[in-house]
């Protein structure tokens, strides 16, 4: 199957500081990936949706200019904690959409584990 | 808007027994359906997908499932589980027709015990 690699996959800051994340494609192209937020012992809570060179969709009550998201490639979006605080601390997840004749498929990343002090 | 139901936070059994993680929806119109695995501290991993075709699915690590329309379940079943299955599982929905991206139920945290 598809395979998709984040970058960190931990990461202590402290607060005030800006973090970015990777999220990469590895052997397929992704014109649309998204963006989840998870906390302990909780599902996955849909941030943004980001598409390749455009702007990304977020979801209702994610602050657009707080978590800055950039898919300038087909391979590659980034997200961005802007001001991180530790309430930012979390489990952040991107996943890649590969759509077939078969129907759609989301393939995830391992997640990157974001750690504010 | 379709959501997803997974009845049990928690699900404890012993080791070698069979176990069931249950998965309901709501959507008047065509879905498919995955079940995802997460072990601590790593992203989700693809057990088994309902696209089409026939109801009983079969994954990875003896894991099946099966579509039942009527009763819009999607029950995760195993024959006989290991300490190793121990981990958190997610049932998602996609909705057929629509924007592609799931709606996934609260999880069910598996735990196997020796």
């Known amino acids: 199957g598809a395979v998709v690699s984040q970058h960190p996959s931990w990461v202590i800051c402290k607060s005030g500081t800006s973090v970015k994340i990777e999220c990469r494609s590895l052997d397929f192209q992704a014109t649309t990936m998204f963006w989840y937020r998870q906390f302990p012992k909780q599902s996955l809570m849909l941030m943004a949706t980001s598409n390749e060179g455009s702007k990304a969709t977020y979801e209702q009550g994610v602050e657009k200019d707080k978590f800055l998201i950039n898919h300038a490639s087909l391979t590659l979006s980034t997200l961005t904690v802007t001001s991180a605080h530790p309430e930012d601390s979390s489990f952040y997840i991107c996943?890649?959409?590969?759509?077939?004749?078969?129907?759609?498929?989301?393939?995830f990343g391992p997640g990157t584990r974001l750690t504010v002090l | 808007a379709q959501s997803v139901t997974q009845l049990d936070s928690q699900v404890p059994v012993f080791e070698e027994a069979p176990v069931e993680l249950r998965c309901n929806y709501s959507?008047?119109?065509?879905?498919?359906l995955f079940w995802y695995v997460q072990y601590p501290n790593q992203g989700l991993q693809l057990l088994l997908k309902?696209?089409?075709?026939?109801?009983l699915v079969k994954g990875i690590n003896g894991f099946e499932a099966e579509f039942n329309k009527s009763q819009t379940s999607f029950h995760l079943r195993k024959p006989s589980v290991h300490i190793s299955d121990t981990a958190e599982y997610f049932c998602a929905v996609i909705k057929g027709g629509g924007s592609y991206i799931p709606t996934f139920g609260r999880g069910t945290s598996l735990i196997v015990h020796p």
């Open positions: 959507s008047s119109v065509s879905v498919y």
């Open positions: 309902y696209l089409s075709g026939s109801t």
């Open positions: 996943s890649a959409r590969v759509t077939s004749g078969s129907g759609s498929e989301q393939f």
